[in-house]
């Protein structure tokens, strides 16, 4: 079976660095992706990874260690527009597009 | 470049009816997905078409079908609906078959209620 844990809810202060992390047991893997959800919204493409290590992107980061079934995506100096629920997911195996999505973590950022 | 497009963006059904929703993918895309968002269970994957064939199916029951037509459009239809099925219907394209980093673009989605 698929089973990915993500914190449901995480609050931090605008200017601030925050980790969101991301376990998965899933029965293949062939990428993890990380996305952006606004409430209301549809769910933005953030960040890939399918090797170990860091993968980074302006604010923002992602790590993956494929050994350990784990995954964090770093948000540096949070912005208020930052409040969003952000979604782990992972792709099982190539020539699919089916992804398994964690229920999504919730940031709040506050003044 | 447009933007994937669901239409219609909500929609309130009676149990025991019938739905189809539509998905326009990105020019060019050949992939679409589709996904029931529901605040419990989160995003979870129902099918995949790529090139009019449906390549992948989630867990879900026979009365979520769908197809794909030459031009790359989707539908989905769900029969004798239930209350359960209220939910955020997203679809994805994506250029891709799977092979690559190619993220899938998301749709704003359609809401559906069931009373």
């Known amino acids: 079976g698929q089973n990915i844990d993500q914190p449901t809810e995480m609050t931090a202060t605008e200017g601030a660095i925050v980790q969101i992390n991301c376990t998965y047991q899933?029965?293949?893997?062939?990428?993890l992706f990380w996305y952006q959800q606004h409430a209301g919204e549809a769910p933005t493409f953030l960040s890939y990874?399918?090797?170990?290590g860091l993968e980074e992107k302006g604010r923002f980061s992602s790590f993956l260690s494929r050994s350990k079934g784990y995954s964090y995506l770093l948000l540096k100096e949070l912005q208020m527009k930052d409040s969003a629920s952000y979604l782990c997911?992972?792709?099982?195996?190539?020539?699919?597009?089916?992804?398994?999505f964690g229920t999504g973590t919730r940031l709040t950022v506050i003044p | 470049k447009a933007g994937v497009t669901q239409t219609p963006r909500y929609l309130i059904k009676t149990r025991g009816q019938q739905v189809t929703l539509s998905c326009s993918p990105i020019?060019?895309?050949?992939?679409v997905s589709w996904y029931q968002q529901t605040p419990g269970q989160g995003l979870q994957f129902l099918f995949e078409?790529?090139?009019?064939?449906?390549?992948n199916k989630g867990n879900f029951p026979g009365r979520f079908s769908g197809r794909q037509f030459s031009n790359s459009r989707s539908e989905m239809n769900v029969s004798t609906l239930e209350l359960g099925d209220s939910a955020l219907y997203l679809c994805?394209?994506?250029?891709?078959?799977?092979?690559?980093?190619?993220?899938?673009?998301f749709g704003p989605g359609t809401r559906l209620t069931v009373t």
């Open positions: 994805a394209s994506s250029p891709s078959a799977g092979h690559s980093a190619a993220e899938q673009y």
């Open positions: 078409y790529f090139s009019e064939t449906q390549r």
């Open positions: 020019s060019g895309h050949r992939s």
């Open positions: 899933t029965s293949g893997f062939n990428g």
């Open positions: 997911a992972v792709r099982s195996r190539t020539g699919a597009n089916n992804l398994f």
């Open positions: 990874n399918v090797l170990d």
